[in-house]
C-alpha cells in the first residue's frame, strides 16, 4: 500500500510549499489557487486587514480542512505499514507540520491577546495535549518514520510565526503594494527569506542582526519595529510547561532624541551612584534588563552623539558595555532595532555621523513607504486608513466619520495633497475634522509660500520664476519623502542641487 493516492502527492507538495512562504508575498496566493483550484475565492492580490468584520481566510480555512483530512487519511495508513520513501516521509512530516499549527490557531491567538490585555503568562495549558498529539503524528502506530522532531522547538516556532503574523497583519494596515512590500519585509526580517533554514537553525543568531529603519516622519517605523521585537523566537521550556521569556515585557522603545547625552547614556548603559551629578543611587540600563528573546528600539539614531555612537559601536561589535562610573563588562544579549528618518549616507557625509557605526547597523534594512506613494499606487487606500483610526477613536461610527472626513479631505486639500506628516498627520486631520469640522495643514499654517496650495495658486497666476518654482517643487517633494536622496531620484537632479535648493 503506498502512502499517497497520486492527487495526495501533489496535495501534500503543494501545502508543503505553502507552509514556507512568505504570507505577504503572491506566492501564497498562487499556491493556494493551485491547492483549490475552482474552490480559490478571490483574487485577494494583496493580503491585508479588511474592513469588515475578520472572518476566517475562506481559502485558508478550505486548504487547512484538507490538511487536516489529508495528514489524518497518510498516518491511519502509516500505521497499518504504507510503503513511505523518503520524499513521502518529508512531505507526510510538512503536512502534519501545517495541520498542527492550524489546529492550535486559536490557542495561540489568546495567548497573544491575554499578554497584550497586560495578563501575565500563565503556563501552556495544551502543552500535554499537543506533545502527545506531535508524538502520535510522528510515530503512527508507534512506527519510528526517522522525523527528527522537538515538540519543544515546533511549539515555539508557531507562537514566533502566530505572534509575527499578528504583529505584521493587524498593525501595518494599508492595500497599496507598497503597503503589502512593507509586510513582506518585515516578515523576513524576523524570519528571513527562508523559513526552512531559519527554523533549522538561524533563529540562534538573528538576534546579533540590527535592523535599521528608515522612512520619513509618521510611516510606522515604530510600528515596524514593534512587529519585529514582538515577534522574536522565545525557547519553550517544556520541563516547565513554560516559555522562558513573556515576549510583550521584552521591547524597549528608547527616543533618542528626547535626551540629553549624559541621560541617554545613562537609560541605555545604566550608571553607578555617583558617576554624575545627579546620580543618587546605581541605575540599571535598558541594555542590561533588555532580556535575551527581547529588543532595544533605539528610536532616531541619527541624532545620536558621536561619542555614544562610539560607545553603542562596541556594544554591537562586542555585546559588551560598562555602566557609567563603574569598570565592571556587562553583557548585552537581546537584539537592537534602530530607527532614523535621516538620509545616514547624507549624514556620514557631513561628518555627523561614524561611517563604522553605520555599517554595524544596516545589515536589514527596511524603508517605510510614504503615505502619498501608498496613495498614489491605491487612492481608496485613504478612506481604508481612516476607518482604521477612526475605529480607535470612535469604534460605533467609524464607517460614517471617515467617509465625511474623506470628503472634506478631497474638497480642501485636494486628492494630490502630499501628506508630508504621513500617516501620524492623517490621523491628526481625522481627529480635527471630526471635533472642529475643518483641518489646517502645518505647512499652510506656517504661511513660508512654500506649501503646496500657494505654490498651485502661484502655478495658475503664472507668477513664478523657473528658479522659484525648482526650489519650491524640492521644498514640496522633500517635505513628501524627507531625505535628499530620494527628492533627487524624484527630481531627476543631483542630491547636492537638491540640498542647495532646500536652503536657499
Ligand atoms: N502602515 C501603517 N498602518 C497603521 N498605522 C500606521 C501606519 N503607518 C503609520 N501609522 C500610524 O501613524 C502614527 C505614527 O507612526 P509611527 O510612530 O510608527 O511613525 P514613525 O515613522 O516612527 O514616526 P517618527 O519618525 O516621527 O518617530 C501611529 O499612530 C501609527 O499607528
Redesign the pocket.
Known sequence: MALFTPGQRQLATAISRLGYVNPFQMERVELERQILGDQFSGPQAVWSLQLAAAAPDPNYQRIALLAGTLVRDAAGRLAEGARADERDVELYADAVLYHLFDAYRIELQQMIEAAHAGRPAAPVSFWRKFRDEVSRYFTPGGRQLGIGYDPCHMLACYFQLRRAFFHVFF????RSPA?AR?RSMVWESIFTHDLRRYQRSIYRCLGDVTTL?T????????????AIGLSRYIPFDGERGRFVEEFCAGFHPV?LSALSPTLIESELFGHRRGAFTGAVADRVGWLETCPEHGAVFL??IGELDASIQVKLLRVLQSRMFQRLGDTAERRFSGKVIA???RNLVAEIDAGRFREDFYYRLCADRIT?PT?RE?LDEAPDDLEH?LV??ARRVAPEEAESLATEVAEWINKHLGPRYPWPG???E??QCFRNVMIHGAYTPASTAKGTGDDWESTARSIRGGELSAEELLRRYCKIVHAHCGSYEQTAKRTGLDWRTVKKKLSE
Open positions: 498593525f501595518i494596515v494599508g503597503a512593507l529603519i522612512g520619513p516622519s509618521g510611516t510606522g517605523k515604530e510600528l515596524v519595529a514593534r527616543n528610536d532616531e530607527a532614523t528618518n517605510t503615505l501608498q486608513l482604521m483610526s504621513n500617516v501620524r492623517l490621523e
